[in-house]
């Protein structure tokens, strides 16, 4: 097959490639700007992504593209350096056209890659990958000392923008980037044809207010996640606690709502059994783990939410002292005051 056996072919997969990722980037940019205006509308992106299946189609359709795009590199590389053999050493001046960028494109992919990698585990690991592993909060990634919902990318920005390594590690990975796409998004074109002296000349200074405005706003953005996040904006501020605190309610009536169901299915399958008896059963042996979510769910309720309030949640204390009552009496009838249960 041409795109594997010729330099050419592999040349225009490296272009295809690159071209799918720098709209992806360029996608990213525009995302993250949406946290900087409107944090919950961000926060509602994030809702609407997360482990949906055409999220996990894009996901592995753009991982596919990175690791195409990293072996062709290689591929390449290797190539070109093996078709030069010893004569690359001999050389002692480059020419002044030959660009840093061109020279050195593989080092400034390997930094990005390690900035990629940085990236993923203080997001895409937290938040679409724990929501495909688990669903329980007991399981979540904190944030202040309380679980943060995989949904909620800003308490991951809080998380990860409050060390002071972090928007180091980003600029430095934004500035490898800048030279990586900068010099990758001209050679695309110049890989498929477009090689024209007028026309190079266009596309590298296309390249260059493209890649510019991109990589500045990436800056920037690092900078006020940073300021904000060190201020403790995305945990205090009233309308994103509200959001965090609509989750928490979500999980609270699915937690009572199974406990009641399963509760009058017994009842219901009793068929003149002593309903005491039933009820005593279903109470002693799903009581405690609805105990225990509740807990949970409360706990990180009024951790992360101080000034917020969910009527679901509200609902759900209420239920569990009543259902810890009822568990004492039936634990321990002569100890316990009158049953809760109505």
């Known amino acids: 097959m041409w795109l594997t056996s010729s330099s050419i072919g592999r040349k225009l997969v490296m272009a295809i490639t690159g071209a799918c990722l720098v709209l992806f980037v360029t996608f990213h940019v525009l995302m993250n700007s949406v946290a900087i205006l409107w944090p919950a509308a961000y926060n509602d992106i994030c809702l609407f992504l997360g482990a949906n ?8 359709g753009l991982a596919a593209l ?14 070109n350096r ?59 990634y904190t944030v202040n000392g309380a679980a943060a919902s995989p949904a909620m990318g800003t308490l991951f920005i809080q998380e990860a923008f409050s060390h002071w390594y972090t928007p180091v590690i980003y600029i ?25 002296k007028h026309w190079l000349e266009r596309l590298k200074c296309i390249a260059l207010w493209w890649t510019s405005i991109v990589i500045a706003l990436f800056i920037v953005q690092a900078v006020v996640f940073t300021v904000q996040a060190n201020g403790n904006h995305y945990t205090s501020d009233v309308q994103l606690q509200e959001q965090y605190a ?16 399963e509760y009058a299915s017994a009842i219901q399958k009793a068929e003149g ?28 309720y009024k951790k992360q939410c101080p000034d917020a309030f969910n009527e679901h949640v509200m609902q759900l204390e209420q239920s569990k002292d009543i259902i810890e009552r009822q568990m004492q009496f039936f634990s321990n009838p002569a100890a316990a005051s009158q049953p809760a249960l109505n």
């Open 246 to 261: 609509e989750e928490w309610g979500a999980k609270a009536e699915t937690v009572l709502s199974d406990f009641n169901k």
């Open 53 to 60: 299946w055409y999220a996990l189609i894009a996901s592995a």
């Open 66 to 79: 990175f690791i195409l795009h990293i072996i062709y590199a290689l591929w390449l590389t290797m190539q």
């Open 82 to 140: 093996k078709a030069r053999g010893h004569a690359r050493y001999a050389v002692t001046t480059r020419p002044p056209q030959v660009e840093w960028s061109s020279k050195n494109m593989l080092v400034l992919g390997i930094v990005v890659l390690a900035f990629l990698g940085v990236h993923l585990i203080q997001f895409w690991a937290k938040m679409q990958l724990q929501e495909l592993v688990g669903h329980n909060p007991t399981s979540w």
């Open 273 to 300: 059994a002593n309903q005491q008896d039933v009820a005593k059963e279903v109470f002693l042996s799903k009581g405690p783990k609805f105990i225990e979510d509740a807990n949970v769910i409360i706990d990180n």
């Open 172 to 196: 430095i990975g934004f500035v490898a980037l800048w030279f990586h796409m900068n010099h990758g998004v001209w050679s695309m074109f110049q890989s498929t044809g477009w090689n024209g």
